[in-house]
């Protein structure tokens, strides 16, 4: 019903969407203008409007663009094709390379990187474990993921974001897992393997082991729901840390016993972990900042075998992480 919905109603009211936005852009211009003096930061709305044509007009032009594979594929009979796969995920690169260095230049943002270079994983599959936090972040890290490292991402998401008009249709016909609260029977961390087996050399597999955005409720419902399941132990691990979730280890175990000898990326950011909905981009998107992202590499044979002790080993790094990010605050740009 999602994607039915989805290529019925969402992808035409987005393209529509676009055309009224261009047709009245300085109107629009115009009443971003005289908010700004009462925005924080310089000509905040004005820079968050163009973000949002940018944003738009790359989602229509991708829809048009998925259309026509759609033909072109046989009207869908071909589209899982490694040549059709090729073409969909140039389209998830242009996009993301567009929108980031129209984004980095609009919000003036410098990022920071802190790890292992992009040539340090020459033709190895990796599995990815990354901070979940905020939209911002896991858009930057596909970037990277993409662009520096030259990966094709298979990646699981929440099945909310198959709303997002070209996102939901391009993740669908690519490798990746949409997944919401498990029905009965269902067995996620199944799934899970399933798309981190059979890794060739330039793929990525991308896991959020927190399962969800950080912020402070959610941190103390989590604690809470590991005291309820009765895992204590854990439950005062995850009271030890301030700025991220517990790690749910399910999927990651999964991901490692699918895939063997591969290598994991550990990777951490900071700066858009407090945007989380409209309202935070409006009061909180960072603007003139320098933000960090940290990355690790975990050579296969330093990952423990037994899941006892991978648990505890995802514990560890997720302590690590923590106090990362408590050193890595974003850092005010000077003015120009």
């Known amino acids: 019903m999602t994607r039915v ?17 261009w047709v009245g852009l300085p109107l629009w211009l115009v009443a971003a203008g005289l908010l700004s003096p009462f925005a924080p930061g310089w000509l905040r709305p004005v820079r968050l409007l163009w973000l949002l044509v940018v944003h738009l007009t790359l989602e229509s032009l991708a829809l048009v663009e ?30 993301l390379w567009i929108f980031f260095h129209e984004a980095r230049r609009v919000l003036r943002l410098q990022i920071e990187t802190v790890g292992p270079t992009p040539d340090a994983h020459p033709g190895e599959p990796l599995l990815v474990f990354c901070r979940h936090a905020g939209p911002g972040d896991s858009f930057t890290l596909m970037y990277t993921l993409m662009h520096w490292y030259g990966r ?60 969800g955005n950080f912020t402070p409720e959610r941190r103390e419902r ?50 858009l972990d407090h ?36 648990i505890e080993w995802l514990f560890d790094w997720w302590d690590r992480v923590d106090d990362w990010v408590q050193e890595h605050r974003p850092v005010d740009l000077p003015r120009r």
């Open 275 to 310: 945007v989380v909905s409209v309202r935070d981009v409006w009061h909180a998107l960072p603007m003139d900042k320098r933000i960090s992202m940290g990355w690790w590499r975990i050579p296969r044979e330093e990952i423990p075998e037994g899941r006892e002790e991978r």
């Open 5 to 21: 919905a989805q290529r019925v109603v969402v992808a035409p009211a987005t393209v529509a969407l676009t055309v009224a936005m």
């Open 222 to 271: 989590s604690i809470a729901r590991l005291h309820r399941l009765g895992l204590h132990g854990m439950a005062r691990r995850a009271e030890e840390m301030v700025h991220v979730l517990a790690p749910r280890p399910g999927g990651v175990l999964a991901a490692l016993d699918a895939s063997p000898g591969t290598d994991v990326l550990l990777v951490a950011h900071t700066g």
């Open 66 to 95: 998925l259309f026509g594979l759609w033909i072109a594929s046989g009207f869908g009979l071909w589209l899982r094709r490694p040549f059709f796969e090729r073409i969909h995920y140039d389209i998830v690169q242009a996009y």
């Open 152 to 211: 094709e991402p298979r990646v699981v998401l929440k099945a909310a974001l198959a709303w997002d008009p070209a996102l939901g249709v391009l993740l669908h016909r690519l490798p990746s897992r949409f997944v919401s609260a498990p029905r009965p029977g269902q067995d996620r961390e199944t799934e899970v393997g399933e798309l981190a087996r059979g890794l060739d050399e330039n793929d990525a597999f991308v896991i959020f082991p927190e399962g």
